[in-house]
């Protein structure tokens, strides 16, 4: 079965961005559909972002215009970009391919 890992969280000041990776090893990322998925301090998991296999893209109301899920299927990995962070936006994020099981997750800071 294959494997992934997420990367790319780190501490950033409010109106900054970050871009999030997530890798794949053993399998094409491209054969399932991925979902960006954070859980901030003391909450549930929320859904951020999903790719189909056919490269539709879907975004939760609160990342609508800032950010956004792409692909890069020669790289095997998924990408979520960023922009416009706010502190709410701190949380571990998670991605998510398929029926995979949960990663470690990247962790994103936004300091005001």
């Known amino acids: 079965q294959g494997q992934f890992v997420e990367s790319g969280g780190g501490l950033v000041k409010t109106g900054g961005s970050l871009t999030l990776s997530c890798v794949g090893s053993g399998t094409g990322l491209n054969d399932y559909g991925v979902g960006w998925y954070r859980r901030a301090p003391g909450q549930s998991r929320d859904w951020v972002a999903t790719?189909?296999?056919?490269?539709?893209?879907t975004y939760a109301n609160f990342a609508k215009g800032r950010f956004t899920i792409s692909s890069d299927n020669a790289k095997n990995t998924v990408y979520l970009q960023m922009n416009d962070l706010k502190p709410e936006d701190t949380a571990i994020y998670y991605c998510?391919?398929?029926?995979?099981?949960w990663g470690q997750g990247t962790q994103v800071t936004v300091s005001s």
């Open positions: 790719v189909t296999v056919g490269g539709t893209t």
């Open positions: 998510k391919p398929g029926k995979m099981n």
